[in-house]
């Protein structure tokens, strides 16, 4: 892709960027993508992001559409997170920026290739 493809500024891929660039979101999408739905296992599932967090951006990718939460009504009630087709859409832009990471993030992260 060269420059000229791009317009120096787009208000949509401005908001994107704020809405999947927050922290942690990332790694949440990451995790919902691969299959995991609840919230312990979502939090267990993301080193070092507090139950707090994780709510909150929950909450946000709920109210942008991105992530629908389900209550069923079971003894104990359980609640599941599930992308929305909105979400799914996402899977694309998540393997993009996997591929970027393995190539030039994880060796600066000290994580090996491929985690």
Avoid: N
């Avoid at 942008?64 to 009630?77: A, D, L, N, S, T």
């Avoid at 979400?87 to 994580?111: K, M, P, Y």
């Amino acid at each position: 892709m060269s420059g000229a493809e791009f317009s120096p500024f787009c208000p949509a891929f401005r908001r994107a960027v704020e809405i999947v660039g927050r922290r942690w979101t990332g790694a949440i999408v990451r995790a919902l993508l691969s299959g995991v739905t609840r919230f312990s296992d979502l939090g267990a599932a993301i080193p070092g992001l507090s139950d707090r967090l994780l709510s909150e951006r929950l909450k946000e990718l709920e109210d942008e559409g991105i992530v629908e939460r389900q209550v069923i009504p079971e003894k104990p009630v359980r609640i599941e997170y599930h992308l929305t087709e909105k979400g799914e859409d996402l899977a694309e832009v998540v393997t993009a920026v996997s591929h970027w990471a393995d190539r030039w993030a994880a060796a600066e992260a000290g994580a090996p290739a491929g985690s």
